[in-house]
T-cell receptor
Framework: GNSVTQMEGPVTLSEEAFLTINCTYTATGYPSLFWYVQYPGEGLQLLLKATKADDKGSNKGFEATYRKETTSFHLEKGSVQVSDSAVYFCALSDLFSGGYNKLIFGAGTRLAVHP | DAGVIQSPRHEVTEMGQEVTLRCKPISGHNSLFWYRQTMMRGLELLIYFNNNVPIDDSGMPEDRFSAKMPNASFSTLKIQPSEPRDSAVYFC??????????????FGPGTRLTVT
């Protein structure tokens, strides 16, 4: 079945440091891939997405590239800010295997950025 | 648009009581999802509705849980009787799905349920 594995947290960084959060997936079809962010006390928000191999999603300085050969979708940001502190979820959705846009989430990675 | 609206935001109840969580999806969306988030199990999909019809309820834990969507603008998730292990944050999300196209799911702020 479909699954998502992401690196365990917490990830603790100083402001302006480089961020990488690893995400790998297993899928039987051709999934779309997502990163969602959850700020404290809030619901999840879509951060970026990629719908096919080699696509790069980007938003708010975050980027992730859909790598089919390594089944990965790692999240990166060149210079993090304190306001980026949140929990980040990698997810996949495969319309063709599930028949609808069911999201399969990873466990989440907590990021803490210190001044 | 106001986004997905959930109520209440917090609910504390005693074991054995009935709990009803409410959700108003974004206007124009035809898909609705209920999720549960716990530290131990992460985010779990409980049930998915499309055009007010339950399509996938394989994630509903047991018969104590039930969900309804009487119209396009309202859904409920009911737990009866509630147990301490039901304590979690429950999220509602809505989306639109048309002709096999993939659209974003928009999440509500969640209801934090504590069962004592």
């Amino acid at each position: 079945g479909n699954s998502v594995t992401q690196m365990e947290g917490p990830v603790t960084l100083s402001e302006e440091a480089f961020l990488t959060i690893n995400c790998t997936y297993t899928a039987t079809g051709y999934p779309s891939l997502f990163w969602y962010v959850q700020y404290p006390g809030e619901g999840l928000q879509l951060l970026l997405k990629a719908t096919k191999a080699d696509d790069k999603g980007s938003n708010k300085g975050f980027e992730a590239t859909y790598r089919k050969e390594t089944t990965s979708f790692h999240l990166e940001k060149g210079s993090v800010q304190v306001s980026d502190s949140a929990v980040y979820f990698c997810a996949l959705s495969d319309l063709f295997s599930g028949g609808y846009n069911k999201l399969i989430f990873g466990a989440g990675t907590r990021l803490a950025v210190h001044p | 648009d106001a986004g997905v609206i959930q109520s209440p935001r917090h609910e504390v109840t005693e074991m054995g009581q009935e709990v009803t969580l409410r959700c108003k999806p974004i206007s124009g969306h035809n898909s609705l999802f209920w999720y549960r988030q716990t530290m131990m199990r992460g985010l779990e999909l409980l049930i998915y509705f499309n055009n007010n019809v339950p399509i996938d309820d394989s994630g509903m834990p047991e018969d104590r849980f039930s969900a309804k969507m009487p119209n396009a603008s309202f859904s409920t998730l009911k737990i009866q009787p509630s147990e301490p292990r039901d304590s979690a944050v429950y999220f509602c999300a809505s989306s639109k799905i048309l002709a096999g196209e993939l659209y974003e799911q928009y999440f509500g702020p969640g209801t934090r349920l504590t069962v004592t």
